[in-house]
């Protein structure tokens, strides 16, 4: 549940420059700015930072941009409660970015991977092959990119079970933010033509036999 979000005055906690987020070194300072803000913010379980920079990660002594988004494994209800992630504004495309990073902070590593080894038994998620191409993986092959494999369901559940009651209780009120989100038509359309300003585009709503409603895009 979405209890509060807010665009910041200030972004103190960003380590990069005005078009690049540095992932790791910003997420350490998320954390800290959150933890500070934590009560301010309502004790939320998680702390999600979404921006319209270009994450870049560090790999072998240079800057990739190819990240995305970090979490921290396990981190809700907890001093590591954050994650980040970039997203396009208008576009959703941060939107699987965004829930494969509150997974890890859910306590769910990647599929195909072992037992996360700061979490006492934890279940790990190595019955689940990276290449099925579920929301922990980064195939993305079909419309199991959209929904978690049951190692992800496995493990959350398992991390949420030993944080506690008071850790998956609802403490908070949510508030509804907008009647129109990321699968409805109006939406879809106007992706597309933010997409495709230079041609007729129109979406049609079909059936999937994962979800309940999907959108095929017509150019």
């Not at 585009?201 to 017509?218: D, G, I, Y």
Request: proline residues 5%.
């Amino acid at each position: 549940m979405v209890t509060g979000a807010e665009q910041p005055s200030g972004e103190e906690y960003v380590r990069g420059t005005s078009e690049l987020l540095a992932d790791s070194d910003t997420l350490k300072q998320l954390k800290i700015y959150a933890g500070e803000k934590k009560s301010q913010f309502g004790n939320p379980d998680i702390v999600f930072l979404l921006s319209g920079r270009d994450v870049i990660t560090e790999s072998k002594g240079k800057w990739d941009k190819n990240g995305l988004g970090v979490g921290y494994v396990s981190g809700v209800c907890s001093e590591y409660f954050v994650a980040l992630g970039e997203d396009k504004p208008g576009l959703y495309t941060g939107m699987i970015t965004l829930t494969h990073e509150l997974a890890h902070v859910l306590g769910a590593v990647h599929d195909g991977e072992g037992p996360y080894s700061q979490v006492s038994g934890h279940p790990g998620a190595k019955a689940c092959p990276w290449d099925d191409g579920f929301v922990m993986s980064y195939v993305n092959k079909d419309a199991r990119h959209q929904i978690f494999s049951p190692c992800s369901v496995r493990q959350i559940e398992y991390v949420l079970g030993r944080k506690g009651q008071q850790c998956w209780d609802v403490a908070s009120g949510g508030y509804n933010m907008s009647t129109q989100y990321p699968g409805n038509k109006d939406i879809i359309d106007a992706i597309c033509k933010t997409v495709y300003p230079d041609k007729q585009v129109e979406s049609e709503m079909v059936r999937h036999p994962l979800f309940t409603a999907t959108q095929k895009n017509r150019i």
